[in-house]
Nanobody
Framework: QVQLVESGGGLVQTGDSLRLSCVVS????????MGWFRQAPGKEREFVAA????????SYTDSAKGRLTISRENTKNTVYLEMNSLKPEDTAVYYC????????????????????WGQGTQVTVSS
């Protein structure tokens, strides 16, 4: 079975930083497209960031640019989301996702294109 396990969430204050981690098991990691999504209570799941498996090209939602950074360590089967200058609007459950392949860069933002999902980790940012 393929498993994705997120960790690193918590309760922080505005301006603080967090580093989320997602460990993948059960499948070769280096070729996977990895993404981070988040979902606030009562809202739909939204795209945050993604990183390609080989070249390491990245994509971000506008609200994340300049504050959140996605990276990966293929030798550790792990993808990270470094979160800086956190705002209350960042409060959500953050989900790690993996895709075997994605046809077009625009589809990095499309949840159904991802094959595997983690259980989520809660990030709460207080004022």
């Amino acid at each position: 079975q393929v498993q994705l396990v997120e960790s690193g969430g918590g309760l922080v204050q505005t301006g603080d930083s967090l580093r989320l981690s997602c460990v993948v098991s059960g499948r070769t990691f280096s070729s996977l497209v990895m993404g981070w999504f988040r979902q606030a209570p009562g809202k739909e799941r939204e795209f945050v960031a993604a990183i390609l498996g080989s070249a390491g090209s990245t994509s971000y939602t506008d609200s994340a640019k300049g504050r959140l950074t996605i990276s990966r360590e293929n030798t550790k089967n792990t993808v990270y989301l470094e979160m800086n200058s956190l705002k209350p609007e960042d409060t959500a459950v953050y989900y790690c996702a993996a895709a075997i392949t994605i046809n077009y860069f625009a589809n990095l933002r499309y949840p159904p294109r991802y094959n595997y999902w983690g259980q989520g980790t809660q990030v709460t940012v207080s004022s």
